[in-house]
């Protein structure tokens, strides 16, 4: 029991330590914060003069999951659609957690300021792969940029879902200086 608790304490610390390390492009919640922060510049920058980080696989189609029943019974009312869960805030966070240093390197690495966010509207089919991708707001105003972070975002691959619909989310992108 003692052994267990060591290890969860150990992992515990793990992801807090990687939580700090985050890189300098994060997802956060749409409002963008009120000060920016100067964080170490980082040399393995793309669309600038500076390396690219490597460019991950394209995902790959998975099997479309079948929704589960909208009753608990199985019946429901004689012709109601059967509705599926989508994708839960924690897949999609998990999806772009590992593209985050590939989205950073769209930043120029010219020295000038490239902070401000741009909000994505995604809709994820449900073999996993991005069906739609849409500005719906940009406080970046660099067309260059934007494009390449368009582009990054089709190597993003989700989990396979239940809604043959695909699912439709907002992503910010923030980036501070």
């Known amino acids: 029991m003692r052994r267990k608790l060591l290890i969860v304490g150990l992992l515990a610390l793990l992801v807090l330590a990687a939580a700090l390390l985050l890189p300098t492009v994060v997802h956060e919640d749409p409002a963008p914060p009120e000060s ?37 019974d199985g019946g429901g009312e004689l012709g109601a659609a059967r509705v599926g869960a989508g994708l839960s805030r924690a897949q999609l966070d998990a999806a772009f957690r590992p593209h985050l240093d590939y989205l950073n390197g769209c930043r120029p690495d010219d020295g000038e300021d490239h902070s401000g966010h741009v909000t994505f509207e995604i809709q994820v089919g449900c073999n996993g792969l991005i069906a739609g991708l849409e500005v719906a707001d940009d406080s970046l105003y660099e067309p260059a940029m934007i494009e390449c972070l368009r582009d990054r975002l089709t190597y993003v691959g989700f989990p396979a879902h239940d809604r043959a619909e695909g699912v439709l989310f907002e992503y910010p992108l923030i980036f501070h200086r």
């Open 36 to 72: 920016v922060a100067e964080p170490a510049r980082r040399t393995s920058r793309g669309g600038g003069t500076g390396s690219t980080p490597s460019r991950p696989r394209k995902p790959r189609a998975k099997a479309c999951l079948t929704p589960d029943s909208a009753a608990a």
